[in-house]
């Protein structure tokens, strides 16, 4: 026997059911029942949020209950007419909010649903001038209503509500957020005047990179213990975009990273961003993402995410089985291409490097970091970048993990920096939350902030003076011949030491080591080692070492 039924909608909204039979008589099955019998009746929607039921079955661990509401079982024969009565039910919403925009004319759009059809609809925004509202500019069948603002000025904060009225005798009105105007979305038109940094995030909420909000308050947590004023943006929400140039240094992150059309919208964004950078203000990026080198590594010279990579980072990425004895590399230096979850193990900061320190270990809890190695730029790319002749530098690499007490990329690339002098790049291949300890986390995050010379603080009207924070500079000038001066800064009175390295880590000079009062201090180094001969060309690295602080630096040396 089979299931025989037929259903008819007429023009005026109602709707008939028609069941000619409705008995399989299946039985003896973990939920036995009559299939059929007490089988959905019923429509709705696309997103199965708006929709009529006559009946629906309840099973319970694969045990049957019984049928919701109670006796309502389909019979032969049997026909159901679903109607239209007196309407006195508001429009239905259904929206997506936006974020934060740098877009100063926005638009979004909303879902607008009634039995008796939409009369009249709104959106009503606010700037600081009062409620003002627009009807949709453009509609999509069937209930899409598309909505364009006015320009907005920049560093203005948004808030906006949606209204719509029915077609019903009644009028029907219905509000979005349902409190409004007391309730109200709202978003920031970038940038905001004064402020330099910018978190540029995956998106924390369904359909985005960080839906579970994890990497999000890690970053936040971080910018806020080293007191830097920043904007917020998902880079994963808009199709273009391109980032302000008011802004000096982005914190910048992606879980999981794939090859699509947002992995190269960003890549073109931060290259953009790059090329802004002079050698009198370089720009700065901190970039964690999970993924982005193996995503990368099949793509093609002409990728934007390709270009970046491997033309900005100056990142290689490691497959696995190409180095090493037994071969590594792959897309999980810690626990290997055989685990398929998250493994205990470390990283090791190196020498020289200006995030982390030399030898100082650093506890994961990972499932996909990268292998990688630093490089120099392709040639592909040489009349494409700027000083195409610079090479990135290790700043981590794996150390513990599961194989015999070590990682899978053991002394394989975990992190890199790069000082291209129109920018400064530090990249890491895994998320901030896999660090086991949020000081580390702030560790980081600080010593990128030191590294850029990220601003910090915003002093209110008639504050004192803030307190003194240990601090090292750039040198300046920088490239330099034959001198240049260094300054920094110590929070408290005590020993300080000051060196000079070259790139094979040797140190070639002393220029500080003493107590030195708190506050501000200054160093000229006239480019002579400890012995007073003159140092050749090439990159040099000095290093602060106080009571309560340790930062590194990179110069260049050109004759």
Known sequence: MTLTFEV?????????????????????TNAPHDEGRSATVGIQNDTADIGLCYVREIVVSGQYQGIEPP???????????????????APAFVYDEIGNTFDTTPGTSITITDASGVATDSLYYNHGEGWQAVTHASFDAPNTYNYVLPE??????????????????????????????????????????????????????????????????????ALDAADVVYDTYNWEEYEQYAFPESYSTIFAY??????????????????????????GNPKNLFLASDNFGSAQHALGYLRPMKKFYRGYLRALYVPDGTVGVPPNGGTDGIGGPYTYDYSYGSIIGWAGSPIGDDGVELPVYSDSPDVIVNDSCPESYWDEVSNPELWSWASFTFQDGPYGGYAYGYELGAGIWLDNLIYKAFYLTFDLSQFTNDADIRMLVQDA?????????????????????????????????????????????????????????????????????????????????????????????????????TSTRKMILLK
């Open 152 to 221: 907005v000025p920049a560093s203005t904060e948004l808030q906006y509500y949606f209204a719509a009225t029915d077609g019903a005798p009644a009028g029907n009105r219905g509000t979005l957020p349902a409190g409004a105007p007391g309730e109200y979305y709202s978003i920031r038109m970038l940038p905001t005047n004064g402020v330099e940094a910018l978190l540029a995030h995956a998106g924390t909420v369904p359909g985005y990179q960080d839906y579970q909000n994890i990497e999000f308050p890690k970053f936040v947590m």
């Open 254 to 279: 992606g879980n999981s990273m794939g090859s699509g059309a947002e992995s190269d919208t960003l890549s073109a964004a931060l290259i953009d961003f790059f090329n802004s950078g002079t050698t």
């Open 449 to 549: 902030v030191d590294w850029f010379g990220t601003s910090t603080g915003v002093d209110e009207p008639g504050d004192e003076v803030s307190a003194i924070r240990s601090t090292l500079s750039q040198n300046r000038p920088n490239p330099f011949n034959p001198t240049t001066t260094i300054a920094y800064s110590i929070s408290e009175p005590g020993d300080v030491l000051l060196e000079i390295y070259n790139v094979a880590g040797r140190k070639m000079r002393t220029l500080v080591d003493e107590r030195r009062p708190s506050g501000p201090h200054e160093v000229v180094w006239n480019g002579r080692n400890d012995c007073g001969e003159t140092v050749g060309s090439g990159i040099y690295f000095y290093r602060i070492t106080s009571e309560d602080f």
């Open 71 to 89: 006796g309502n079982f389909l019979e032969d024969e049997l026909a159901i007419r679903f109607f239209i009565d007196v309407d006195e039910q």
């Open 8 to 28: 008819i909608f007429h023009e005026n909204g109602d709707m008939i059911f028609q069941y000619q039979d409705v008995v399989l008589g299946q039985t003896g």
